[in-house]
């Protein structure tokens, strides 16, 4: 059975200031109070692959945030989460939770039974049948009128390691709708904005130049780029690199953050 913690976060109750939505950027007079609660809810789930009591099993622990009110924001943002973080429509968030806990371990034990049973004897060979999946989210209410949505994700599948993304979502407290780059940035921005990003990469790796870069394992299959995951803070921005996106494995998680002053050229108005 999936079991449901339901947690209250720390007061987040706070009234924000919410410029017009058509100057989201830029102080215009017209100013509308504008917060968003959230809730956390846990799902759990451990799946064997037979009955003894010893076999290895699918852990699945994942705890997600979701907009506590049921108005129009808060159930657009939830539909967002749901698509953001389980890829599905059409279910609440928890319906979503619950599917994608199911499928996730009704998959595994349906694909990995048959190779489990020839090789129940080789203990040396258990590892290999140990999966884990987990989630956890986060809620940053920083730049007023907003609020970012992350979600760090970690699973096992075998293999050498296991595997850690992030995702994030800003969205707008008024609105409920998701914010994107183009939102942010007037039409293109993105040469200057990649070259701040290959600046500040320079500057947190230690590296004078590209050849530098590479040499620390940066930027070996792929051109430096503007990441689409990004955190609206107060006084800057942080773009999030996963994984093989700019870096090797083992660097983790990469995060460049550039000043709103930097780029207020770029904002737009």
Partial sequence: MLTYTIKKQAAKAVALSLLAASCLWASCGNEEKADVDFSEFEVSMSAPLDKAPDAPACKIDMTVAYASADDSVGIKINKQIAAMLF?????????????????????????????YKVDRSDPSKRPWYEYWYKLGTEVRHEKAGTVAYIATREYFEGGAHSIKTQTVTNFDCSTGNAIRLADVFVPGYERQLT????????????AADIDALRDKGYLCSSDMHVSTNFILGNDAITFVYNIYEIAPYETGTTELTIGYDDIDNLLKK
């Avoid at 059409?90 to 694909?111: E, K, P």
């Avoid at 070259?195 to 230690?206: I, N, P, R, S, T």
């Fill in 87 to 115: 890829d599905m429509q059409g279910l609440s968030l928890r319906q979503a939770a619950d599917s994608f806990a199911s499928s996730y371990t009704h998959d595994y034990v349906d694909y990995l039974t048959p190779f």
């Fill in 195 to 206: 070259d701040l990003l290959l600046q500040a990469l320079k500057e947190k790796a230690g």
